[in-house]
Every structure is written in C-alpha cells, then in structure tokens.
DNA sequence: TCTGGGGTCCTAGGACCC
DNA sequence: TCTGGGGTCCTAGGACCC
C-alpha cells in the first residue's frame, strides 16, 4: 500500500436548513420559497432555508424582532415539530450506516464519517454517491466536506454548503492557506463568542491565522481545546472520531412557559411532567440517576420585576430511575428555591451522575423494589403504545392543555399511524 | 406581548488532609 | 508569640457545540 493510501479522510456530511427540510418533504411547494422553524413556543428562528438566510434572517433571532421581514416577503413559518426531525434523522443515519459502518453520529444532523480507507482518487466520487443516495432515499439534501482532521472537514462542509455539487474535499490540496484565509475566525469549529472576541482583540481574524500561531502562547492564554483547533488546522488530528455510541452523563428536561407563570401549584405541575418525561428517558436507555437539580428562573430579557434564578440539587441515597422518588425528591427540592411573587418563565431538571443499570445490581434488592420496578415497566409499556402521559401522576395535573404555544405546527408525524396521507382512487 | 432545549468538557477555587 | 506547603478531590460556572 502507498503511503498516499493512508492519509486521514474524515467526511462530514450536514443536512442543508435540516429543520426547513423535513417540513419542505411534506410540502414541496416551499422548495425554492424562504421557510423559516422556531423553537418551542415560536420563541426563536432556528433553522432557515437559503432564501431566508439571504433576507438577512438571522439564526437565533427571536421571532418577534423579525416579524416585519417575515411578513413582508412572504416567509412560511413552522412551529418545531421535533418527533418528525427526529425520525427523518433516523433515515438519515441508518443511510450512512448502508455505506460504512465507521461512523461519529455528532447531531440530528450531522455525522462524521471515517474514510481513511478509501483510495484518495475514489473518495470523493464515493461521497457524491452518498449524497444522491440520501437525497434518492430520504428527500433530504446535504453537503459534504472531507479532510484530514474534523475540524479541517468542517471548514470543507463550510465550502461545500456554497457549491452546487453539495461536495468538497480538501484532502490532496497541497496548500490550503489561501481557503483559511477566507474563513472568519468565528466561522472555525470550536471558537465561540468569546474566543473570538479574544482572539480579534490579539490579530487573529481568520483561520490561517489561528494555524500559524504558537501553540504555547495559545495554551497559555486560553486552554487546550483551543491549542486543539490550532494543531487540526494545521492538519494534526487531535479529536478522534466516537464510532462507539457512549452513554450519556446527564439528562435535562427543561421549558419555557408559553405565559409567566405566578403560582407555586402551577410550577410544581411543570416539574412533576419534567420528572417523569426525564426518568422515562433514563429507564429507556438503562440508566440510574445519582442526583436531581431542580431549577426555576423568570425571564432574562425583561427589566419589569425583579430577575431571580435559582436551582438546588439532591443526591438519592441510592441511585434510582425510580419515578416516584425522583418527583418526590424534586418537589423538596423545588420547595427550598421557590419565592412568591415572580413572574417565572422557564422550569426544568436534570438528572446527573448517570450509571450504568446492569452495573448497579443492588445487594439490598427487595420485594417492594421489584413491585416498583414492575410497575415503572408497565408505566412505560402503556405510554409507549397508547401515547405519552396515557399514565401519568395526578401531581402532573389532570387534562391540562399545556402551556406551550405552537401556532405554525405541521401537524405531521411520521411515527403515527393515524399522520398516513389517505390516497383516493378516481 | 412575544427571546429554545439539550448536551459536553475545562478550569478556578474551596475544602480537606498530611 | 511565631503560623507552611503541597497534594487531591469536588463543584459551580463558563464556554463551546448543535
């Protein structure tokens, strides 16, 4: 084998607008039209199809601010529709995974892929078959970049985004400095708000830049992810691709109230729906939780009445994915950090110190545990095929319309039977 | 009037110990 | 009355990502 043979290629393929994309499936009429989705309760704009992008829509915006562009060039807005996203993503993933097995799933729509092992002359006729296979078996159009490190490979999907063959590969290019040149030390991987203020203020603009900077003065002044992203640019790989799925450390379950919410009989019906919507997710992947956090806050952005944020966090005496002890303790919990008279905007918890269920096989394991572990699976089993919340504690609150604003929703879910279009015959 | 949600990792600083 | 220094561990908060 040639030693060209060998070069790193790491390919990353990004879903183009992903959330615009899974709505366009179900309405195509929008293709070529600015569609924009908002997170949770319309709050803000988070993802935007080209045509939106290019009346100056900004990502992250909140809605409300953008209004007056939205309406005046016709934009069709979605309200997120995340069981959708997450099943188009599936699609996405289980495509990739027909092509090789090596592979980083990094986001809902994003995957890095390991193509070491491709000739360099064939890997990116490889990928542009990757493309149109996903395109041809899902409907949905990505972009991809390959290079020798992740970070070098996003600055390639950067490019590619721009390009109508949706693939760029900056692998046998001899000298890159004149593409980093022209990416913004904000658009780099890994530099954020911060750094990049940071990094102006000492002369570094772009990418090429970054890379030709010492790696000690870097580490110095900042820390060593940042000495990270300088070594990949100069095409060090230093952050290896997660092809094994690990499991996860924490798991949050938060909101937004659509309206302030006042009362304390109202926040503890948010955190008893948290608990159990967080623990039903720990059980489904086999985990215990070591500690809750429980925390409320009122809104930020608003300078009418006084800002208070607060959180407070319980450990369990034994880790447990035990439903009712971890509402019970994060109603404790809730009790020690409410105030009167806030006008609260977000509620939300999260489970941390996560641990594996088959390792924690408990000496003391008595009957009554196993009555609530029986019962905990027949909880599970219920919601699963009759829908969430079918069995719920009454501490959630009976039939409550939620307090959850969703004026654009597609109303599409792929998941469910009773979504199938009906087709007639004439 | 209206500003999302869910993760990971790093670091500074305090507590504690010898 | 004088009052060290170094190590480890933990946690809160910050920065980053999508």
């Given at each position: 084998m040639s030693s060209t043979q060998l070069t790193k290629k790491i390919a990353l393929v990004d879903c183009n607008s992903f959330y615009v994309s899974c709505e366009r499936l179900f309405k195509?009429?929008?293709?070529k039209k600015p569609v924009i989705v908002l997170s949770n309760n319309d709050g803000c704009i988070i993802s935007r199809s080209n045509e939106a992008k290019d009346l100056?829509?900004?990502?992250?915006?909140p809605y409300f601010k953008a209004k007056d562009i939205i309406v005046k060039n016709n934009v069709h807005v979605f309200s997120s529709n995340y069981s959708l996203y997450g099943d188009i993503s599936r699609r996405v993933m289980r495509t990739l995974k027909y092509f090789t097995?090596?592979?980083?799933?990094?986001s809902i729509d994003e995957a890095f892929l390991?193509?070491?092992?491709?000739p360099n002359d064939l890997v990116e006729l490889f990928v542009k078959k990757i493309r149109n296979t996903i395109l041809e078996w899902t409907g949905i159009p990505t972009s991809i970049g390959i290079a020798t490190t992740k970070t070098l490979s996003k600055i390639a999907n950067h490019i590619a985004k721009k390009e109508k063959s949706g693939v760029v590969s900056?692998?046998?290019?001899?000298?890159i400095d004149p593409i980093l040149e022209k990416?913004?030390?904000?658009?780099?991987?890994?530099?954020g708000k911060q750094l990049t203020k940071f990094y102006i203020k000492n002369g570094i603009n772009n990418a090429k830049q970054l890379k030709n900077v010492s790696n000690t003065w870097i580490k110095k002044s900042s820390n060593v992810l940042s000495s990270r992203t300088a070594m990949e640019l100069r095409g060090i790989s230093c952050i290896d691709l997660e092809i094994h799925q690990t499991k996860r450390k924490s798991c949050c379950v938060s909101r937004s109230f659509g309206k302030k919410v006042e009362n304390f009989q109202e926040l503890k019906e948010s955190i008893v729906a948290h608990c159990l919507n967080a623990s039903e997710k720990i059980r489904s992947e086999s985990l215990l939780t070591k500690s809750i956090t429980v925390f409320i806050r009122t809104s930020?952005?608003?300078?009418k009445g006084k800002y208070y944020s607060n959180s407070k966090t319980i450990d369990f005496p034994i880790a447990t994915d035990n439903s009712l002890e971890i509402v019970k303790t994060a109603l404790i919990a809730l009790d020690y950090i409410f105030k009167e008279s806030f006008r609260y905007q977000k509620s939300g918890i999260i489970l941390s110190g996560l641990s594996n269920l088959e390792n924690?096989?408990?000496?003391?394991?008595?009957i009554k545990e196993n009555k609530i572990k029986n019962l905990m699976k027949s909880i599970d089993y219920t919601n699963l095929k009759y829908g969430r919340?079918?069995?719920?504690?009454a501490d959630a609150g009976f039939h409550k319309k939620s307090n959850l604003k969703k004026e654009?929703?597609?109303?599409?879910?792929?998941?469910?039977?009773?979504?199938l279009p009906t087709v007639r015959a004439i």
């Open positions: 195509p009429s929008l293709i100056g829509i900004k990502m992250g915006d097995s090596e592979i980083e799933i990094y390991d193509l070491t092992s491709f900056l692998v046998e290019k001899k000298n990416i913004n030390i904000n658009d780099v991987w890994g530099v930020p952005f608003q300078n924690n096989e408990n000496l003391f394991s008595s919340s079918t069995l719920s504690l654009y929703f597609s109303k599409i879910d792929t998941s469910d039977f009773y979504c």
